[in-house]
């Protein structure tokens, strides 16, 4: 059971989320001048930029999860991530403890880290079909591909 992010605790800043996933395509140039692609692995790792700003209360919380909870920023834990699908809980650790770069300034204490995510949530297969069928839904495609294809079939036989 992994350990979840403190509730008490802001998310990272949204002004510097940045989400950069990790090359999947392995590319072999042939003799021909074209190109085979295919994927390397299953999934691959996506990296965070978090930033902090937080008050002394909030930086107390995160500066004793990071060493409590998750063993001095070692272990996975789960944390609510900003993706275009929304706001969504992901399995992450950091990459290099908040701790390493903390600045106190205007009252506030501001920390930055580099944050993998596991595996980054993406639309599912059934949503990705639905847009691109639209407007029509996958049932209403098939009956329109099944009504045309029996079409076909009568205006040849004929």
Not at 30 to 57: D, E
Not at 101 to 111: A, M
Request: charged share 20%; proline share 4%.
């Amino acid at each position: 059971m992994l350990v979840k992010y403190p509730k008490d605790l802001k998310l990272p800043l949204v002004s510097s989320h940045r989400l950069s996933q990790n090359s999947n395509l392995l590319r072999t140039d042939m003799a021909s001048g074209r190109a085979r692609q295919r994927k390397r692995f299953q999934s691959v790792p996506t990296t965070m930029g978090a930033t902090w700003k937080l008050n002394k209360y909030q930086a107390q919380i995160l500066e004793g999860f990071v060493t409590h909870g998750v063993n001095d920023a070692v272990n996975w834990f789960l944390m609510p991530v900003r993706t275009p699908e929304g706001v969504i809980e992901h399995e992450v650790r950091f990459i290099q403890s908040p701790l390493e770069s903390c600045t106190y300034n205007g009252g506030f204490w501001n920390y930055s880290a580099n944050i993998e995510i596991k595996k980054r949530q993406v639309a599912s297969e059934a949503q990705m079909i639905e847009q691109l069928l639209s407007p029509l839904t996958q049932s209403e495609f098939t009956v329109s591909v099944t009504n045309s294809m029996n079409n076909y079939l009568e205006y040849n036989n004929e």
